[in-house]
């Protein structure tokens, strides 16, 4: 019996576009391929679902998008010639042994949020999976505290998605809305990666993807996948793709999660403290205890 491929067959990604009047193709292409290139050598099966996803997107892009492409395929010495032949690149390309390739520090990538997010569930996941040679570049983020995880587990099991979104937006330092669509995605890639950036365990995930999202937890085949793809993300790839959401947005990561997470509670605290409640007492006009001369 043949092993079943990590990733699903791209059979729709020819039928890729337009989704919300924004046609993501050209961005799509752009950001798989220029991932591809960073890694200096890919397996069979990574190579296959590149040129699956490629080939899809070739025919459907401009010319411009084309462009850019061919240049980043015909510096790369291990491009597959069946993609080289599509955009009319030679196989054999003459390379210059006197040159060294210089490895350029990789910019932010600003157009991989929105592709990630407008991506299939088959395309996200061959994103992810080429983020891992750029993530050992990214700096390690310290994993949450278990308060953390347990108030965000609390909230899934309270089908509360608002709070588990307040509490994504303080732990990973990202905005409101982008902590928002991470929360109340349908397919369930995004949130899989932020809580493999925080380090929750496996276990809590599960009965997180149970409760929080209906339109996940509703699916056993939808939970079993994700905990699967939990499972081989590698966490510096999740960390990466953390860093790129943050400097997307114009975000910074929390200097102190802890005072974040403490900071509700001293105000609860602080309210119902014997010294705020003898200061607000004093200020309410008390009545009158002087007696009247008819008293």
Not at 5 to 18: E, R
Not at 72 to 81: M, N, R
Not at 131 to 147: F, Q
Not at 181 to 209: C, K, Q, W, Y
């Amino acid at each position: 019996m043949a092993k079943p491929s990590a990733y699903p067959p791209l059979d729709s990604l020819v039928d890729l576009a337009c989704r919300d009047g924004v046609d993501i193709r050209p961005t799509l292409l752009r950001v798989i391929t220029d991932l591809y290139v960073q890694k200096p050598a890919h397996n069979a099966e990574e190579e296959t679902q590149f040129v699956e996803l490629a080939r899809g997107l070739i025919d459907a892009v401009d010319a411009a998008t084309l462009a850019v492409v061919a240049d980043k395929l015909a510096a790369y010495p291990a491009a597959p010639a069946a993609i080289l032949g599509r955009l009319g690149i030679s196989a054999a390309r003459p390379v210059a042994p006197a040159t060294t390739p210089t490895v350029a520090k990789p910019a932010v990538r600003t157009d991989l949020l929105e592709a990630f997010f407008a991506a299939s569930t088959d395309e996200r996941r061959l994103i992810l999976s080429n983020l891992d040679v750029e993530a050992e570049r990214a700096a390690r983020l310290t994993p949450a505290s278990s308060e953390v995880i347990r108030r965000l587990e609390n909230a899934a099991l309270q089908r509360n998605p608002g709070e588990f979104s307040r509490m994504l937006e303080r732990v990973l330092g990202v905005s409101r809305t982008l902590a928002e669509r991470i929360t109340r995605d349908s397919s369930g890639e995004p949130l899989v990666v932020a809580v493999r950036a925080l380090g929750m365990p496996a276990a809590v995930l599960h009965r997180v993807l149970l409760f929080l999202n209906p339109a996940i937890g509703q699916s056993v085949e939808r939970v079993y996948d994700l905990a699967r793809l939990y499972d081989e993300l590698a966490p510096s790839a999740a960390e990466h793709m953390l860093t790129v959401w943050r400097q997307t947005a114009g975000q910074s990561p929390p200097a102190h999660a802890s005072v974040h997470w403490d900071d509700e509670r001293r105000d609860a605290r602080s309210l119902s403290s014997p010294a705020r409640y003898h200061s607000d007492r004093a200020r309410v006009p008390q009545p009158s205890r002087t007696k009247t001369a008819g008293n």
